[in-house]
């Protein structure tokens, strides 16, 4: 990988991370805040949870690797593909949560 690409995906990783935290905190968010509505908390949680899949799709994408017959391209297709249905999953709870 180029140096280029490596921070890339280096900032990619510390994006994922800082939404993953916000979904830790939202968990608890109920213990700081005494009037949270439990359905928007559930909410919160569910809009982030699918932002992170968004984050590792584009990050996948955005740091392909160009060459043409690589194991590592093949891992990259994997992590695209499995975060769509990852990403999906998580569109179709935050849609069942908006219901409440």
């Known amino acids: 990988m180029h140096r280029k ?6 900032q990619y990783i510390i994006i994922y991370c800082i939404v993953c935290s916000i979904i830790f ?3 608890y968010l109920d213990l ?4 949270i509505n439990r359905v928007a908390q559930i909410l919160l949680i569910n809009f982030f949870t699918f932002l992170s ?3 590792i799709i584009i990050g996948a994408i955005d740091t392909f690797p160009k060459d043409p017959y690589s194991n590592k391209r093949v891992w990259f297709y994997f992590g695209v593909m499995t975060g769509l249905i990852a990403a999906i999953n998580s569109l179709v709870k ?7």
């Not at 690409?5 to 280096?10: H, N, P």
């Not at 700081?32 to 009037?35: A, S, V």
Request: aromatic share 14%.
């Open 32 to 35: 700081f805040l005494n009037d």
């Open 25 to 27: 905190m939202l968990c």
């Open 5 to 10: 690409l490596k921070v890339k995906a280096i």
């Open 94 to 100: 935050l849609i069942n949560s908006l219901m409440y």
């Open 53 to 55: 899949w968004i984050v």
